[in-house]
């Protein structure tokens, strides 16, 4: 054995082996493969059986969703594969502690507690899918798109049991988060196949125009939601992972990656899962809205609910149920995983599973309220706003940091905790177009790309200023 060899085994044997403040030994690389799976199972997953139907409600026309979600997916590949998966490869650290290298301690901490709530939020609603379908045998009462709060014991019963399983899980590490989704990803897949089919021939569709007619010229959107174009469904779909690629969320995955071309298995992720899975959940719940049910709710001048469990239920029975528990937890565990990463990046002292077991204790509480799953699209939107600014300072650090003479990781370098560039040039670009949302009414997915942009052009800038006066 080779001396680098040696030093490279005492590295692992003395860190936690998830390498959170180191790079990661080139033994702990893995192949594509484990990419393909953990993608496909957390883009086919929970969230597609809530965002399908609820794209429904928005009114959207054939043509908007069809070729929307064809094009903004591709973008959302594109990003992965040429800015986080280039980025993860070349320096193999996670995200928090790439981030402390430029931003300094301080700076990074409210980051990274900003940053994984937000997950555990996310992780929340996937967990209220699943409980969706545990509920179904017990003939609970489901979450309606208003509900925000819990509405029976059964619920919190249910999603507490659920939450603690995930929770765990998570807390094994990477290697256990990867296994879970390669085993799970085919049976969800699966599901959500024979629930498309299944929903064709309850809609007695025989052609690609009864197909088309399903959504045909769009609708007025349903109450309390608001009216989607083409460019809505466009942007949200690039932007719907946005804290992830363009937000550089997933460097603390590709850092396992051995080449950056790792990035094209995203698309077996999201063509399935945020494609064919979007639009399969959507057909599922045009089934529904033809029924009785569903046609009274929508007299009354509310909207009908769009919980999963009975919707895969009504479709394939027991099996929509298992694909649909599933389906929650393939997404819950590595959004989890993530926010103990965050967590962990702040008390650094205390091990990944802990910390891990702490995210997935606030995803639980958060599961409990069923509003993060039923306002899905607006608290995607705003999750993926708020982090992704901080994304574009890792990407134009290196991609232009060396051409505009500014010093890479200037935090480790100079010793700084509080990099006032970075905190400046976030602070600007969310306030401008935060801003700029609210008082105009433009919904967040359009202001996403030009704060992302504005964010690294002030980081080059203000650090060009600042570091000259510091010479």
Known sequence: MSQAQIEEEVLTEEISGEFERERVPESKLKSWKSFLGMYAGEHAAGTEFVIGPLFLTTGVSAFDLIIGLLLG????????????????TKFRYTLYYHLEKICGKRLVTVYNLANG????????????????????????????????????????????????????????GYSTVAKAANWMSPIIVAAFVICGVVSLVNLDV?????????WGEGSEPFPGQIKYTFWHVFLWSWFANAAMHIGMSDLSVFRFAKKASSGWTTAAGIYIGHYIAWIAAALLYAVYLKSPEAQAVLASGEAPSVAPGPLAYNAIGVFGIIAVILAGWTTANPTIYRAGLAFQAIIPKVSTAWVTIIAGTVATIAGLFPAFAMKLLGFVALYGFILAPIGAIIVFEYFFGKKFGIQSFYAEKSGTKFN??????????????????????????FVTLPAWLLCGVLYLVFSKVMQKKKR
């Open 117 to 172: 709530i937000l997950f555990c939020f996310l992780a929340g609603a996937m967990i209220t899918v699943s409980a969706t379908a545990v509920g179904v045998p017990f003939d609970m009462e489901m979450p309606k798109l208003t509900d925000t709060m819990p509405n029976s014991a059964t619920w919190v019963i249910i999603v507490l049991a659920i939450g603690g399983v995930i929770s765990i899980v998570a807390a094994k």
């Open 420 to 445: 006032q560039a970075v905190f400046w040039a976030w602070v600007i670009s969310f306030g401008v177009f935060y801003f700029i949302s609210v008082q105009f009414d433009v919904f967040l997915s």
């Open 73 to 88: 997916n591709l973008m959302a590949v594109l990003s992965w594969r040429f800015l986080t998966a280039e980025i993860g």
């Open 206 to 214: 025989h052609s690609f125009s009864d197909f088309w007619n399903i």
